[in-house]
């Protein structure tokens, strides 16, 4: 039975890197397709990316394609302020699963990997939180949610989450600047 589960988990991680990859690819040929159009959306601009990157990162578990939206951002905007703005909006998005842990409204013990979480959260506490945050993964809301639950003090938490997620944003900001210019040259778009 253990054996079953595993090759299923193996499944379905291997489904969510297609997925990611798929998203990814599909979202530079839309900016590709549309760019021209973009400059209708631009009068949103940052509060947008603001708000869409907080609400991808508000879900609890299901992950979303908020990093997406900052590589396709990069193309269009400062990717220097991409980054910091998706950075800041993903954070306060991960606050939905620190308060669920905090408020005890979840069954924590209860979530994958909580333990190994748990004993890593203990030891090293805000460094945890800004590696887990720097680096596209599922476990970040489990990890927002131990801190919760453990009492992590705010500010310890945030702080590193908004700094691992600006870092990252960063990344996939200027990547959306340089793959679209890139991929511009080749098409003669």
């Known amino acids: 039975m253990e054996a079953r589960t595993s090759t299923i988990s193996r499944r379905r991680l291997w489904a969510a890197r297609v997925a990611v990859v798929l998203i990814l690819v599909g979202a530079v040929w839309f900016t590709l397709r549309y760019r021209d159009r973009f400059s209708e959306w631009a009068r949103f601009g940052y509060p947008a990316i603001f708000l ?3 609400l991808t990162n508000a879900t609890l578990i299901l992950p979303l394609p908020g990093l997406a939206v900052t590589t396709l951002a990069g193309g269009m905007f400062n990717p220097w302020i991409v980054g910091v703005v998706a950075g800041l909006g993903q954070a306060v998005g991960e606050l939905s699963g620190y308060l669920a842990g905090y408020s ?15 004993r890593w959260m203990r030891r090293y ?4 939180i800004f590696l887990l945050a720097l680096v596209p993964n599922p ?3 489990v990890a927002g949610i131990v801190a919760g639950s453990t009492r992590m003090p705010l500010l310890l938490f945030f702080i590193p989450c908004a700094m691992g997620k600006i870092l990252k944003n960063w ?17 003669g778009g």
Do not use: N
């Open 104 to 118: 005890g409204q979840t069954l924590a013990e209860e979530l994958p990997r909580y333990s190994q979480i748990a």
């Open 125 to 128: 506490g805000p460094a945890v």
């Open 52 to 54: 869409i990157s907080a």
């Open 139 to 141: 476990l970040f809301d």
């Open 171 to 187: 990344i996939a900001a200027w990547a959306g600047f340089y793959g679209i210019e890139l991929l511009q040259r080749w098409f």
